[in-house]
């Protein structure tokens, strides 16, 4: 599975952005992933596209929302009311094939990822 970000970009404190992720296939679990500077890699928002599912990490809930397009192989993020550390690189995740599991904020539950796309939020 090939996965491509988009949609990154500067904004300011407060402001919005959607990022989308597009997928070469369908893969039944997908997420977002952000890493900022001199930080290890964190979960951001899971979705399981079969049962609507999704998972949040506790910072984001409320704030940013994850959802697929039509075809299911678009995972969209739309991240409201952003703040300077929401800055960081996000990364798109997708897991395809195995045994099933539920929407996961953990890494090592997903076996391709994209390049990422850079969102930096000034004050």
């Known amino acids: 599975v090939q996965l491509v970000e988009s949609g990154g970009g500067s904004v300011q404190a407060g402001g919005s952005r959607r990022l989308s992720c597009a997928a070469s296939e369908y893969a039944y679990k997908m997420g977002w992933f952000r890493q900022a500077p001199g930080k290890e890699r964190e979960g951001v928002a899971a979705?399981?596209?079969?049962?609507?599912?999704?998972r949040f990490a506790h910072t984001m809930k409320g704030r940013f929302t994850i959802s697929r397009g039509g075809d299911k192989n678009t995972l969209y993020l739309q991240m409201n009311s952003l703040k300077p550390e929401d800055t960081a690189m996000y990364y798109c995740?997708?897991?395809?094939?195995?045994?099933?599991?539920?929407?996961?904020?953990?890494?090592?539950?997903?076996?391709?990822w994209g390049q990422g796309t850079q969102v930096t939020v000034s004050s």
């Open positions: 995740a997708a897991r395809q094939g195995g045994v099933w599991s539920p929407a996961s904020l953990d890494m090592t539950d997903y076996n391709y």
């Open positions: 979705s399981i596209s079969d049962a609507f599912a999704t």
